[in-house]
């Protein structure tokens, strides 16, 4: 009995010890906690100035556009940054076409600018993530002819699409770039889901795209090239096939 009761106050002492062990360690923790919301409303104040700066005489203060500029309600960070790293907006003149050119802010800079958009204006498409590493050259040959080859060329160096305008070369394009214009459909390029293009067919379309813009215009050919040969190998393959199954039938019926 006193065994016990000696034994339950020795817990006890050892369970109020532990516990102002823990509240003392959890109020150091607490005095030394980093402080966010500082250096997030550096960013903010930064994003919002170059944007009020930058953006609102065509897209409005509150993001809801004007006779300049759409609205940027629900557009989403991936469109933000593609239109930014890209160098499409600031744009001079609402009635051009948004061309790619120098950057007009440090990343830093985009940044700012892509989490204050996102705080008055958010939702939309998230930016992707794009691993090149993680991709199939041969399916993103596939994926890319049957997809963008129509507006961009075979070798992915750009062509009309007719309207005055143009499919530019997907060249100068980074991995992230690509994934972002093939999620948000910039202009009158359409916008590829996930349903369409899954994660492995975009890792794919990027590595074949960076392969053929670093194998220049004559990879590109020679890719198509090897196409060719392997598209005349199946024409070979299937037709042996068929003249093989011919021939047995017409054997059989003998
Ligand atoms: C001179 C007017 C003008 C200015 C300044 C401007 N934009 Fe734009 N912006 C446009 C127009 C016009 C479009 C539509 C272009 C198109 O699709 O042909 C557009 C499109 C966009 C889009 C794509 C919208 C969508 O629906 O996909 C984003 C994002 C964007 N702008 C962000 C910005 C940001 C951020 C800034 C400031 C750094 C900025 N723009 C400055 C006129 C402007
Ligand atoms: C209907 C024609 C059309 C199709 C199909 C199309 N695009 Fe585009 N693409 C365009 C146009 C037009 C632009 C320029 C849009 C703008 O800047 O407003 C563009 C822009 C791009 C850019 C930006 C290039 C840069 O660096 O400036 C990339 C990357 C791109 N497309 C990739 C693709 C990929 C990958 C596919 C296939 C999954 C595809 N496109 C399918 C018409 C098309």
């Known amino acids: 009995m006193a065994a016990t009761a000696n034994t339950e106050a020795r817990l006890l002492s050892r369970v109020l010890r532990v516990g102002l062990a823990v509240a003392v360690l959890g109020q150091i923790a607490w005095s030394f906690r980093p402080e966010p919301s500082s250096a997030q409303s550096d960013q903010q104040i930064q994003g919002r100035a170059l944007y009020e700066a930058n953006c609102s005489t065509c897209h409005a203060l509150d ?9 940027l309600l629900e557009v989403g960070p991936a469109a933000v940054d593609f239109m930014l790293a890209t160098g499409r907006m600031p744009l001079a003149n609402p009635n ?5 050119g120098q950057p007009k802010f440090t990343s830093e800079q985009i940044d700012a600018l892509i989490a204050y958009v996102g705080s008055i204006a958010p939702g939309g ?3 992707p993530t794009v691993d090149t590493s993680a991709g199939d050259l041969a399916l993103g040959a596939q994926v890319f002819l049957n997809n963008c080859a129509g507006c961009h060329g075979a070798g992915a160096s750009g062509d009309s699409v007719g309207g005055g305008q143009i499919a530019p070369s997907i060249y100068p394009a980074s991995p992230t770039e690509i994934g972002e214009a093939v999620r948000i459909g910039p202009g009158v390029m359409p916008r590829f889901g996930p349903e369409t293009i ?8 990027a590595a074949y795209l960076v392969w053929i813009r670093d194998n220049g215009d004559d990879g590109g050919l020679q890719l198509g090239r090897v196409g060719a040969v392997a598209e005349g190998l199946v024409a070979v393959v299937v037709g042996l096939g068929i003249l093989i199954v011919v021939l047995r039938l017409t054997g059989a019926k003998r």
């Open 198 to 205: 899954d994660q492995r067919d975009l890792d794919s379309l």
């Open 63 to 71: 993001a809801g556009g004007t006779v300049n500029g759409p609205s």
């Open 125 to 127: 498409e998230p930016i």
């Open 96 to 100: 051009d076409q948004p061309e790619r």
